[in-house]
């Protein structure tokens, strides 16, 4: 591959350069990389997104093609479940026929697909391959999915959450209530504060409870307040 000794040191070292920025080009141009999540989780009837995603060097043209293949923990034989070339085409036979989508834009890097109706017999590994020529060479990265059924300790969160977002606000407002109820019939005669007008619902005064009232009352009493005079607002 070397030039011939006779042209000289310039020569030869012009040559190199040309060389070095013709293996920078070839080194550039093939530069295609794709991104896949390793580990994807996916839960019995919840369709799941096998995201992947691409960056290549080369314009995408209507050469790229994408293809998703599965392989199942027990077997060694690999099916593509999806192809695309301009258009999509995925699997019309096996386990996946009718439910891989596309959801991905090739202008945007985006090589994803889904899979509606999941069941524990999807476990296994995907690969997503995409080829822009003239970029062909690339990783190919693996995804391991596992489907499940949803767990007990996700029932359980969501029964927390619901008595987070349901339970404890009704507990307020019942305390609340008591309090009011307790001021109301402790019948002690009205007397206005400055600075802030009471609404007609509230007929007690807190001021004659006594200074041995508990910091938790007085906080009460607060927001027993702030709800008089929001209703005060409202109407
Ligand atoms: C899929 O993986 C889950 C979790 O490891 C397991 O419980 C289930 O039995 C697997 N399904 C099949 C068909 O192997």
């Given at each position: 591959?070397?030039?011939?000794?006779?042209?000289?040191?310039?020569?030869?070292?012009?040559?190199?350069?040309?060389?070095?920025l013709?293996?920078?080009?070839?080194?550039?141009?093939?530069?295609?990389?794709i991104?896949?999540?390793?580990?994807?989780?996916?839960y019995?009837?919840?369709s799941i997104?096998?995201?992947?995603t691409?960056?290549?060097?080369?314009?995408?043209?209507?050469?790229?093609?994408?293809?998703?293949?599965?392989?199942?923990?027990?077997?060694?034989?690999?099916e593509?479940?999806?192809?695309?070339?301009?258009?999509?085409?995925?699997?019309v036979?096996?386990?996946?026929r009718?439910?891989?989508?596309?959801?991905?834009?090739?202008?945007?890097?985006?090589?994803?697909?889904?899979?509606?109706?999941?069941?524990?017999?999807?476990?296994?590994?995907?690969?997503c391959?995409?080829?822009?020529?003239?970029?062909?060479h690339?990783?190919?990265?693996?995804?391991?999915?596992?489907?499940?059924?949803?767990?007990?300790?996700?029932?359980?969160?969501?029964a927390?959450?619901?008595?987070?977002?349901?339970?404890i606000?009704?507990?307020?407002?019942?305390?609340?209530?008591?309090v009011?109820?307790?001021?109301?019939?402790?019948?002690?005669?009205?007397?206005?504060?400055?600075?802030?007008?009471?609404?007609?619902i509230?007929?007690?005064?807190?001021?004659?409870?006594?200074?041995d009232?508990g910091?938790?009352?007085?906080?009460?009493?607060?927001?027993?307040?702030?709800?008089?005079?929001?209703?005060?607002?409202?109407?």
């Amino acid at each position: 591959m070397q030039p011939s000794g006779s042209a000289g040191g310039p020569c030869r070292a012009f040559s190199r350069l040309l060389g070095l920025l013709f293996f920078q080009g070839v080194y550039t141009a093939l530069s295609l990389e794709i991104k896949a999540d390793a580990h994807v989780r996916g839960y019995i009837g919840e369709s799941i997104k096998l995201k992947c995603t691409f960056r290549s060097s080369s314009p995408v043209s209507d050469k790229l093609t994408i293809d998703w293949t599965y392989r199942s923990p027990t077997s060694s034989r690999t099916e593509t479940i999806f192809h695309y070339q301009s258009f999509q085409y995925p699997t019309v036979a096996g386990t996946f026929r009718d439910r891989i989508f596309w959801v991905g834009d090739v202008y945007r890097g985006d090589a994803s697909i889904s899979i509606s109706n999941p069941t524990t017999r999807d476990n296994g590994t995907f690969s997503c391959t995409v080829k822009n020529p003239p970029d062909v060479h690339h990783n190919v990265p693996m995804t391991e999915l596992v489907v499940t059924e949803r767990g007990f300790s996700i029932q359980l969160s969501s029964a927390a959450l619901l008595s987070i977002l349901v339970f404890i606000p009704s507990a307020v407002v019942v305390t609340l209530l008591l309090v009011r109820m307790g001021r109301k019939s402790a019948g002690l005669k009205k007397k206005s504060k400055s600075g802030y007008k009471k609404s007609s619902i509230e007929v007690s005064d807190d001021t004659d409870q006594g200074e041995d009232e508990g910091c938790m009352r007085r906080l009460c009493t607060r927001c027993a307040e702030c709800l008089d005079s929001d209703f005060e607002e409202a109407y």
